[in-house]
T-cell receptor, first 109, second 114 residues
């Protein structure tokens, strides 16, 4: 079966750095997405990786290793507004998105 | 403001009743999707449409139907609601179904079936 694994919850301190990991086992690979979802709101797009390496976008970076079936989202200079769930999703060989259950990130002052 | 509009925002529905969740986008996206989101689970695809006039079944299609008569609208119908269909339903769209274009989500419909 297809599977996306993420930690259920993480806690970090305002101003610090946090890394959210995502491992996947899917039938094929056609890209990996990270989304942010605040409580009670819709998911919003953060990043996309299809080749190995690091994609940087402001305070957020996303890394991919296709050989290891592994990605991480790195959040720097954490702000209280970064408290949210972070969803990892992989597009499989049929171009369908397989979603992880999400990581709830709690930021403490 | 361009985006996806879902209606209603929330609904309490008696089991056995029929219900249509509405979804409209104004971005001229070809692909549209319906997901349900339940606590502790990832988003699960119910039905999708790669272009107007075509639809396909996702991971959890039973009890749901969709239509795509035009580019903008993608309604989801529950023919006879059951309590296990209590969930938050998200409609989403993307420019194309199989490239790097991200999904844009509506604000969701919170449905409770009693």
């Amino acid at each position: 079966g297809q599977n996306i694994d993420q930690p259920t919850e993480m806690t970090a301190t305002e101003g610090a750095i946090v890394q959210i990991n995502c491992t996947y086992q899917t039938s094929g690979f056609n890209g990996l997405f990270w989304y942010q979802q605040h409580a009670g709101e819709a998911p919003t797009f953060l990043s996309y990786n299809v080749l190995d390496g690091l994609e940087e976008k402001g305070r957020f970076s996303s890394f991919l290793s296709r050989s290891k079936g592994y990605s991480y989202l790195l959040l720097k200079e954490l702000q209280m507004k970064d408290s949210a769930s972070y969803l990892c999703a992989v597009r499989d060989s049929n171009y369908q998105l397989i979603w992880g259950a999400g990581t709830k990130l709690i930021i403490k002052p | 403001i361009a985006g996806i509009t879902q209606a209603p925002t929330s609904q309490i529905l008696a089991a056995g009743r029929r219900m249509t969740l509405r979804c409209t986008q104004d971005m001229r996206h070809n692909a549209m999707y319906w997901y349900r989101q339940d606590l502790g689970l990832g988003l699960r695809l119910i039905h999708y449409s790669n272009t107007a006039g075509t639809t396909g079944k996702g991971e959890v299609p039973d009890g749901y139907s969709v239509s795509r008569a035009n580019t903008d609208d993608f309604p989801l119908t529950l023919a006879s609601a059951v309590p296990s269909q209590t969930s938050v339903y998200f409609c989403a769209s993307s420019a194309e179904p199989a490239d790097s274009s991200p999904l844009h989500f509506g604000n969701g419909t919170r449905l409770t079936v009693t």
